[in-house]
C-alpha cells in the first residue's frame, strides 16, 4: 500500500481539504438562517439538510474528480507509477490505491454530510424521523454508486492526457449525467427525433441519484423497488465506467 500512503500523504500536504472541510461544516447551518425563515421556521431544517448535500455534490465535482484527475496526471509524468510496475504493482493494484487515498479524505465530508442532514435536521415526529434515517442511507448509497466511478474515470484520464483535460472531460460528463439529460429530456419530449432519442437512451442518468427533493419535501423513504431498479441501473453504468477507465489507464506518458 506503498503507493496508496504516498498519495494520501501528497493530498494531506497541500491542505485543500481543509477548506471544504470547514465550508461542509459551517455552510449547512449558516446560509439556511440567511434567508426569511422566519416566515416559516419549519422550512429551516430541510433547507439545511438540501444544504448539507448540495454543498457535497460541489465538494466532489470540485474538490475530489479535481485530485483524482491531478495525481493521475502527476504520478504518470514524473514516473512514480513506472517504478510501482517495476516493483511489482499491477494496474489495477495502482487504480485502487490511488482511488482508496482520495476517497479516504473524502469519506470523512460525506460522514461529516450524512450526520449533519440526519441528525441536526431530523424530524420530531417518530415515523417522519425513520423515514428521514433511511432516506439519508439511501441518498448517500445511490451518491457513491455515482461519485465512486467518475473518480476512477478522472483517475485513468489523468495518466493519459493532462489533469485539466482529464477533469474537464469528467466534469462535463458528471454535469450532464446531474443537469444536462434534463434539459435534453425537455427538448425530446417536443421532439422526435430517433438520434436524440437514441442518445437520451445511452446517456448515463446520474441525476436518479439525486434525493435532495425527497429531504426537502419529506416524501419518505425510497420504495424497495424503486431503489433496487435505481441502484442495478447506476450500478452498471459503474461497470461501464470502470470498464472504460481500466484500458485507458496507464502507468507512463
Known amino acids: 500500500m506503498e503507493l496508496y500512503k ?65 495525481v493521475g496526471d502527476r504520478w504518470s509524468s514524473h514516473g512514480i507509477l513506472e517504478y510501482f510496475k517495476t516493483v511489482g504493482v499491477a494496474k489495477h493494484k495502482q487504480i485502487v490505491q490511488i482511488w482508496l487515498s482520495c476517497f479516504t479524505i473524502f469519506s470523512g465530508f460525506a460522514l461529516i454530510t450524512f450526520v449533519i ?70 427538448f425530446i419530449a417536443d421532439n422526435n427525433n430517433p438520434v436524440l432519442n437514441l442518445l437520451y437512451v445511452v446517456s448515463p442518468h446520474y441525476h436518479l441519484s439525486d434525493l435532495t427533493s425527497r429531504l426537502v419535501f419529506k416524501l419518505g423513504a425510497m420504495p424497495a423497488n424503486e431503489l433496487t431498479q435505481i441502484a442495478f441501473y447506476l450500478g452498471g453504468e459503474a461497470l461501464l465506467t470502470l470498464g472504460i477507465s481500466y484500458p485507458l489507464y496507464r502507468e507512463g506518458k
Open 6 to 70: 504516498l498519495t494520501l500523504a501528497s493530498l494531506l500536504t497541500r491542505k485543500t481539504f481543509a477548506i471544504f472541510a470547514f465550508i461542509l461544516i459551517v455552510f449547512p447551518f449558516l446560509l439556511p438562517i440567511m434567508t426569511p425563515w422566519e416566515t416559516k421556521p419549519s422550512l429551516l431544517e430541510p433547507a439545511r439538510a438540501q444544504t448539507a448535500w448540495i454543498l457535497l455534490w460541489i465538494t466532489a465535482f470540485g474538490w475530489l474528480i479535481f485530485q483524482g484527475a491531478t
Open 117 to 186: 442532514s440526519t441528525f441536526t435536521a431530523m424530524p420530531g415526529n417518530p415515523i417522519e424521523a425513520k423515514h428521514w434515517v433511511i432516506t439519508n442511507l439511501q441518498y448517500l448509497f445511490l451518491f457513491l454508486l455515482v461519485i465512486g466511478p467518475l473518480l476512477v474515470l478522472a483517475i485513468a484520464l489523468g495518466t493519459r492526457i493532462s489533469g485539466a483535460a482529464a477533469y474537464a472531460v469528467t466534469i462535463s460528463l458528471a454535469l450532464y449525467g446531474m443537469f444536462g439529460i434534463g434539459q435534453l429530456e425537455v
